[in-house]
């Protein structure tokens, strides 16, 4: 308690900040045979702090180079067929005797059970019941689930049985059928037809609070613009913290960079879950090798983002930027009002206030300090390959 309560007061004296535990650079045992009371006592230690900037490169009136997100009608257009597919629906079809075609106008309902393909080619293990069954409806075109069951059901007839061999594909929620080759048999009991609602005022006021297809297009064009102008937003604020990280000078500790890919690592468990693995699945994912391989792989990222962190916090304090405690308040409220709408009106148990009010203070001041350098930075838009540049601003 003695060693820990100075090492304490030294950091406070010189105003640092402990980035990981000290190290005791003197030996214990000789530290307490040449303890006397009432006598001073001295000893080394050696701690990792907190760095602070050495030098920030000037950055007012910024230039930097971002990718515009243009609006195009054709996005229009793609976001009313898909809300209309959306809304679609299947009849029985007339064309009962005939083959079934990949043409996307159709829909096959198939009963089907699956087995795991073997690397000779043989049937293994049968896959889960959730991934088969009776009835089950087969859109005929593209983006369908599985890889290659459009094309193997494709010129089958009502009551015939076919093997199909697919793929599951690798971003597929159950672990275990990530890119797993497998069989099933198929049988083709029914062909339906698929009806796309009509872009008339009788489904502007089925899917939405508008009466007119007027008013709805021009409601999901409004919003498809704003879209465009927050994505191009935030490319720009990507390009300006670029620009921070390439200004800023500061010497970071290996341990400061590791707990950075740690909580990099931790968000990526976390998705994991968020996407329904459970315990056993993710458990093989995070093996301190797979860590290792992670950290090589995140480094340079980690070191980037940090760089970022403190060249924002070393303009705020030049500038005199600060989150008020109501631009914190507010956002921490809008903070608890989601967490309680997706857990039933309670705070999830693992909610530390404290740590979601330093969170949010941190991206408040971030925000402060780029909407500060973007008032005043030369930004240069470059539309993605394919699109015509837009035209150069008029001089004035």
């Known amino acids: 308690a003695m060693v820990a309560e100075a090492i304490e007061w030294a950091l406070e004296r010189e105003g640092k900040r402990a980035v990981a535990k000290a190290k005791m650079g003197t030996d214990p045992a000789k530290m307490i045979e040449g303890f006397k009371p009432g006598q001073p006592m001295s000893f080394e230690v050696s701690i990792e702090v907190w760095p602070a900037v050495t030098a ?22 793609r976001a009313l067929d898909e809300l209309r597919d959306q809304q679609s629906y299947s009849t029985p079809s007339s064309a009962t005797s005939a083959a079934i075609t990949a043409d996307g106008a159709l829909v096959a309902v198939v009963a089907m059970r699956g087995w795991a393909l073997l690397p000779d080619g043989s049937r ?17 075109g593209e983006g369908v689930f599985l890889e290659g069951l459009v094309e193997g059901v494709e010129g089958m007839r009502v009551g ?40 008339d005022d009788k489904f502007v006021a089925a899917v939405s609070s508008f009466y007119t297809v007027d008013e709805f297009v021009a ?20 390009a300006i913290e670029a620009k921070i990280a390439e200004l800023v000078t500061v010497d970071l500790p290996k341990t400061l960079l590791e707990q950075q890919v740690q909580v990099k ?102 925000t402060k300090v780029l909407e500060y350098l973007m008032k005043d930075a030369k930004v240069t838009l470059q539309r993605p390959k394919g699109f015509p540049q837009a035209p150069p601003p008029a001089e004035p």
Do not use: C, H, W
Not at 219 to 238: C, F, G, P, S, W
């Open 56 to 77: 920030m490169a000037e950055y007012e009136n910024l230039g930097v180079v971002a990718e515009e997100e243009p609006y195009t009608e054709t996005l229009l257009r």
């Open 124 to 140: 293994g293990p049968p896959l889960p019941a959730i991934q088969g069954g009776e009835d089950v409806e087969v859109r005929m």
């Open 160 to 199: 015939e049985l076919r093997e199909v061999e697919v793929r599951f594909p690798d971003y597929t929620p159950r672990m275990e059928l990530r890119g797993v080759k497998a069989v099933f048999e198929v049988e083709l009991k029914e062909v339906k037809e698929r009806v796309v609602p009509a872009l």
């Open 219 to 238: 409601d999901i064009r409004e919003k498809l613009t704003a879209e465009a102008r927050d994505i191009t937003a935030r490319n720009v604020a990507r």
């Open 265 to 366: 690592f931790a968000n990526v468990v976390a998705e994991l879950k968020d996407r329904g693995l459970n315990e056993e699945q993710i458990k093989p994912l995070i093996t301190p090798e797979r860590f290792e391989v992670f950290k090589m792989e995140n480094m340079e990222a980690a070191t980037r983002q940090l760089k970022v962190s403190f060249g924002i916090m070393e303009i705020a304090l030049r500038e005199g930027l600060e989150p008020t405690e109501q631009e914190v308040e507010d956002q921490l409220t809008i903070t608890r009002n989601n967490l309680r709408r997706q857990n039933a009106g309670d705070l999830p148990p693992g909610f530390n206030e404290d740590m979601a009010r330093e969170r949010i203070s941190a991206q408040v001041l971030k």
